[in-house]
């Protein structure tokens, strides 16, 4: 994900320095024109603005506030833009951490996939100073086809992307547990999503996501590992304040499932409807 936001930079003529764990991705990203850096420190040092874009929280605390984290050595003034899907409480504490170092901090996770990023039309949920968002909307536009401003904190925009990451694996559930029982009434699944999806919800999402799931990809978009990340961030969230969801249980316990599979670095679509298939007993044999 990080790479194709990358590239959208690389390609409008930013100039741009670059650092990521696997020296391929940043490697390509020089072809492309960008410098790149040996450390996060280094990546740092002289931005004006620094985007990260990272696994989970373990990964930015590190990379941020860790010991050898990057806040250290980014001037006063400058501002970081967290893309990734991080906690609420870790976008409590960068801001927190960034204002005390007379830095800025704007939530700004994502929602789309890779090839979504590629093509320039992820839709943004952006939170944060106004007026700086407004200021950095022109590089935001780059990989994105539109945002919505939640709040003027930036933890907002992350409690945002995790709601909606729940709604994303509540409707997988829905289409995983619809397509077993079109399989049960010998219906297929394809034939069933496109008739429904055509008469009632007309959303391209719906289609892809049942592309993803009845035609696995050689290469994941998002993989079980992230799903079971986001859904328990996502609880954690509406745990502290007072909330309890039992459909975000329900869901936790599918991923789990998936991942006591050996599914754990399959598609997230793909392992909640293996699972789905698997615990409603479907017989594959014709029922003739």
Known sequence: MGSAMAARLT?????????????????????????????????????????TMLTDDEATKSIVLGPDGFIGSLREGSTHVTLGTISVDLARQLTEAHHAKRQEHLGSPVFGRPGVAADGK??????????????????????SRGMTVVGTEPWQAHALKLGGNFMI?????????????????????????ETVNSALFQSNFVANYAKTMLHPPEHPGATVSLGMKDTRLFREAARAEG????????????????????????????????????????????KG
């Open 243 to 286: 909330v309890e969801l039992p459909l975000a249980y329900y869901l936790a316990n599918r991923l789990a499932l998936a991942e006591q599979a050996g599914w754990q670095n399959e598609d997230w679509a793909v392992g909640q409807y293996r699972v789905a298939r698997r615990e409603g007993r479907i017989n594959e044999k014709s």
């Open 169 to 193: 694996t509540a409707t997988i559930q829905m289409m995983a547990e619809a397509f077993v029982y079109a399989e049960a009434q010998g219906i297929d699944p394809s034939v069933f999503i």
């Open 11 to 51: 390609g409008a003529e930013h100039e741009l320095t670059v650092w990521n764990r696997g020296k391929d991705a940043a490697r390509a990203m020089v072809e492309r024109g960008a410098r790149a850096a040996d450390t996060p420190v280094e990546a740092a040092k002289d931005a004006d603005v620094i985007f």
């Open 122 to 143: 992820l839709w943004l949920a952006v939170a944060g100073n106004a007026e700086l968002a407004e200021k950095l909307k022109p590089v935001l536009d780059l990989f």
